[in-house]
């Protein structure tokens, strides 16, 4: 391999990944009144390992995992899988997942990353890359929709993330899943540490403290096909991958 090349996919390599697992999971009920939603498991495995495994196929050798809410069901998977960091996000209750970044933020410097929201069942390992060209973010098309998070893009690259509202039509459906490169990680911590503490802010997701610098960096997209990934917001959408839970389902609307 020449020099020249050998640097280029050094560049390129995805040094570390941060699994966000602090929240509540309320929207989950009552099956996250004993577990924490990203340790529920989908077809017998637990969704979060199936994020852990499918990082490690990749290459990708050091874990960082944000936890909060009964944070010490989380420690198994420190003997089970190697170069996991537990890190505990105390502000887990008030904030979004912008309190697991920064939590996490002094552990990412420096660092290629990926960075995952943990409530997906991952069915296609294939997808999480250990290279990548750039800052990505994933999404799947779908018809017009005013539920799910999304973009405003221009030639594919991202302008703005955009959360559900009615008066808002996206073509596709963002995931929780993101390529961060080093240069461009490290100008959204600087973005996070200067906000986290002004009011409204609390209630943001990391993603929409992008939007004050996607115009200084090219963050582009990773499309993926249905049936790759899951995201698991709620009751209905685990019975939909996982019908074994549909019990759950048919209780609550007797209740």
């Not at 050998?6 to 560049?11: G, I, L, T």
């Not at 340790?39 to 994020?51: N, Q, R, S």
């Not at 390529?179 to 609390?202: C, H, P, R």
């Amino acid at each position: 391999m020449k020099p020249e090349y050998r640097d280029k996919q050094n560049k390129r390599k995805i040094t570390k990944a941060l699994l966000m697992a602090a929240g509540m999971g309320t929207r989950i009920r009552p099956l996250s009144e004993e577990i924490p939603k990203p340790l529920i498991p989908v077809h017998g495995t637990p969704m979060i390992e199936t994020l852990i495994r499918a990082i490690y196929r990749a290459g990708i050798e050091k874990i960082v995992i944000t936890v909060g809410y009964k944070k010490e069901k989380y420690l198994y998977l420190k003997e089970k899988y190697n170069n996991i960091t537990l890190v505990e996000n105390k502000d887990y209750r008030g904030r979004n997942t912008i309190s697991s970044f920064y939590t996490a933020r002094d552990y990412l410097r420096n660092e290629n990353c990926i960075i995952c929201e943990s409530d997906l069942y991952l069915v296609d390992p294939s997808i999480i890359k250990g290279t990548m060209d750039k800052s990505r973010y994933y999404l799947r098309n779908v018809a017009p929709q005013n539920n799910e998070w999304g973009f405003y893009l221009q030639n594919d690259r991202v302008r703005k993330v955009v959360r559900p509202h009615p008066d808002v039509l996206l073509d596709h459906h963002m995931y929780g899943i993101a390529y961060w490169m080093s240069e461009d990680l490290d100008k959204l911590i600087k973005a996070v540490t200067a906000s986290y503490f002004k009011v409204g802010y609390e209630q943001l997701a990391y993603d929409e403290v992008g939007n004050e610098i996607f115009d200084e960096i090219d963050m582009g997209v990773i499309r993926v096909e249905d049936g790759q990934v899951y995201e698991i917001d709620c009751l209905d959408d685990l019975c939909h991958v996982d019908s074994s839970y549909s019990s759950f389902l048919e209780r609550r609307k007797i209740e």
